[in-house]
């Protein structure tokens, strides 16, 4: 009995040793992370800081991006300003649609750490570029760049499971998107606080200054500068990836993780109902699920990028003529609820009404909210920013709940070895999806702002009544004969 007390974790250790491989960082990392009791909590700060790196600048650009296009006087008139800015919107999920996969492999192939590293060095260089754009396709460019460049949410996916001990892992899957959501806190603040400096804040800036000239520099500046400081603590990143072959025993799957955190009513009993060498595209409850998920991402990039426009522009366009300091704060604050929602409200949704329902009610309630919206303009302060922040905070969660729920359907659609590549193909799906929604909601905003006096659904109401006709298309989704479970799930 002494002897194995004062032998500590050396049973674990021995039962391991075979992994170990002489010069192989992953082994070292693998042989401290076998001897660790605690949480790693340095390297979950890692986790954290290099996820808040790449969430940041996809959402700063949006509370001054109708005021950017403006400034470049690439727009004749007024109304075509939403034009212009949808490309610059569709500009980073383009590239990252193009690019998501190639790094991925990269990962695979030469390790997380230089493709993490490189992906935040692209977004020091090309993100504080994108804030000294002085013509418009310097814009379009910049945010194309940063896009492709920046391939780190699925190598950190898989780089959070692998730091941990399993009894840690399903906190550091949800450090990601905690971070995620942290950064939809930060991003709009910095951009709506930050942009036209020399306006906002005379007394500090003046506007022969740099940031008087480059009016939208500083919110870009400030995130290069905290990605800056994260790409020099990389240096001391540990490496995960093995070099040498590995026992498939050994290897942990963020797959396999995302399986354990799907709610067991919904799971998929793998062992005798799926077929797992069926091709995914024959997979029809995988293809059903992966299809509305693309709506409806397709439906929230679009009124992402409508709802800044749409709330900067002037009242005689049907807008609300606010401020880019007036639109951060309202998405800070829909931010913060969703961080909020999705660590302490959602679990509980899930396991009342499933995934399934849950969209259902959530796709539901969403067309009435977005009916209201073109008549807040009626609105005066205070009203109107507690009535927009209601409602976007609302919105912005019953959204939040439909992307999750056909999320856990597509886990449930197939068995764990197919799960790495059917979650690849919801990630392609989506990239193109909310590649093409700015840049097509950018155009509707346009021609819509140009219709001001017609009879049907004049102005902005016909941007919403269609952004409602996308909602109702991904509700119908939702029923059979459409979306359909695997038999199991339905008999359990």
Not at 477 to 491: A, D, G, M
Request: charged fraction near 15%; hydrophobic fraction near 45%.
């Amino acid at each position: 009995m002494a002897a194995n007390e004062g032998d500590g974790s050396s049973p674990l250790l021995r039962k391991n040793e075979h992994r170990y491989h002489p010069g192989c960082a992953a082994c070292d990392h693998d042989r401290r992370k076998d001897l660790q009791t605690g949480m790693p909590y340095k390297e979950f700060l890692y986790v954290w800081m290099i996820c808040l790196t790449t969430a940041i600048p996809i959402s700063s650009l949006f509370p001054f991006l109708y005021f950017m296009i403006r400034d470049l006087h690439i727009a004749e008139r007024t109304e075509d300003i939403g034009f212009y800015a949808g490309f610059v919107g569709a500009a980073f999920m383009f590239g990252r649609c193009l690019t998501s996969t190639i790094w991925g492999i990269a990962a695979d192939r030469i390790g997380r750490k230089p493709v993490v590293m490189f992906g935040v060095f692209s977004v020091v260089i090309f993100n504080a570029l994108f804030g000294l754009s002085v013509t418009y396709w310097m814009a379009i460019a910049t945010r194309f760049l940063l896009g492709a460049l920046n391939g780190l949410l699925g190598p950190m996916k898989a780089y959070a499971i692998e730091v941990c001990r399993p009894e840690h892992e399903a906190l550091a899957l949800s450090l990601v998107s905690t971070a995620w959501g942290i950064g939809l806190i930060i991003g709009p603040a910095l951009g709506g606080y930050l942009a036209l400096p020399a306006e906002k804040y005379p007394n500090i800036f003046s506007p022969d200054s740099l940031f008087g000239r480059f009016p939208y520099f500083l919110p870009c500046l400030c995130t290069s500068v905290f990605a800056a400081a994260v790409l020099i603590s990389c240096i001391w990143m540990p490496e995960t990836l093995h070099k040498h072959k590995v026992s498939e025993n050994g290897n942990q799957s963020i797959e396999a993780l995302e399986a354990h955190l799907v709610d067991p009513k919904e799971k998929v009993e793998q062992s005798n109902g799926l077929d797992t060498k069926k091709s995914l595209f024959k997979n029809w409850p995988l293809m059903s699920s992966i299809i509305v998920y693309c709506v409806f991402s397709f439906h929230d990039m679009a009124y992402t990028e409508v709802f800044s426009l749409w709330a900067e522009s002037d009242r005689t366009y049907g807008g609300l003529s606010l401020s880019s300091e007036d639109v951060g704060q309202t998405l800070a604050i829909t931010g913060s609820s969703l961080l909020v929602y999705q660590l302490f409200m959602y679990p509980r949704i899930n396991k009342v009404l499933g995934p399934i329902k849950s969209s259902q009610i959530a796709a539901g309630l969403c067309i009435p909210i977005l009916f209201a919206y073109p008549y807040m303009t009626y609105l005066s302060e205070p009203g109107l920013s507690i009535i927009l922040n209601i409602a976007s905070v609302i919105k912005n969660n019953l959204g939040v709940t439909i992307i999750t729920g056909t999320f856990i359907l597509q886990n449930n659609a197939v068995s764990q070895d197919q799960r790495g590549a059917a979650n690849g193909l919801a990630m392609t799906g989506m990239s193109f999806f909310k590649a093409v929604a700015p840049a097509g909601a950018g155009i509707v905003f346009s021609w819509a702002q140009k219709r001001q006096h017609a009879f049907f659904f004049p102005g902005d109401q016909m941007v919403f009544f269609l952004l409602n006709i996308i909602e109702l298309l991904g509700l119908l989704l939702t029923f059979k004969p459409f979306l359909t479970v695997p038999n199991q799930s339905v008999s359990n």
